[in-house]
């Protein structure tokens, strides 16, 4: 079973500032499934990345991932006030789910 | 347009069985697997299972494994996510989601409250 493990916790930055957010595989994955998601509080989680570094519909470009085999990065360029959320990593290969615990991106 | 449509909130008893459900439109609902997410209070994000609606293959989460039903209707484009005897442990927001390239499509959730 493969487990996700995002880092930090929980990141505090200021509107403008950059994000990196960190998603380690307990073992190699095809990173054609993984993805990576935003949620907001009260609201569903929205597709952000797929295949590891592709943007879903809509997203902007501000948003981007990249990584390959255990080690993948969700970078935010520069933060709007509406990114400020929480984010996931996820893999789905096989049709088996796994989802990271989350990172936090609070506003400092 | 694609729309998981999710039923709507439950309260319920320690024991009680219960089935929610999540009816896709807009698209083939045959043709991609449907997942179900459960979020307690202020956690994370957990895969209880999967299924794909044109031949009913379905897979859990080991965690949920003999906790859960997964299921699907699909002449009413429905799947279906079902407890025999809840426990106060399943009060949880439990969503529906669509894979394809990633998990594209979110139902809105139903909240589940088990209490006495």
Redesign the interface.
Same mark, same amino acid.
């Given at each position: 079973?493969i487990v996700l493990t995002q880092s930090p916790g929980t990141l505090s930055l200021s509107p403008g500032e950059r994000a990196t957010l960190s998603c380690r595989a307990s073992q190699s994955v095809n990173s054609r499934y993984l993805?990576w &998601?935003q949620?907001k509080p009260g609201q569903?989680?929205?597709?952000l990345? &797929? *295949?590891a570094s =592709?943007r879903?519909t809509g997203i902007p470009d501000r948003f981007s991932g990249s990584g390959s085999g255990t080690d993948f990065t969700l970078t935010i360029s520069r933060l709007e006030p509406e990114d400020f959320a929480?984010y &996931?990593c +996820?893999h789905?290969g096989s =049709?088996?789910?796994?989802? *990271? +615990? *989350?990172t936090k991106v609070e506003i400092k | 347009e694609v729309q998981l449509v999710q039923s709507g909130a439950e309260v319920k008893k320690p024991g009680e069985s219960l089935k929610i459900s999540c009816k896709g439109s807009g698209y083939s609902f045959t043709s991609y697997w449907i997942g179900w997410v459960r979020q307690m209070p202020g956690k994370g994000l957990e895969w209880m299972g999967i299924i794909y609606p044109g031949d009913s293959d379905t897979r859990y989460s080991p965690s949920f494994q003999g906790q859960v039903t997964i299921s699907a209707d699909k002449s009413i484009s429905t799947a279906y996510l079902q407890w025999s005897s809840l426990k106060a442990s399943d009060t949880a927001m439990y969503y529906c989601a669509r894979q394809y390239t990633g998990i594209d499509y979110w139902g809105q959730g139903t909240l589940v409250t088990v209490s006495s």
């Open positions: 079973e993805a &998601y949620q569903a989680p929205r597709l990345i &797929y *295949g =592709s879903a929480v &996931y +996820q789905y =049709s088996l789910w796994t989802f *990271g +615990q *989350g | -």
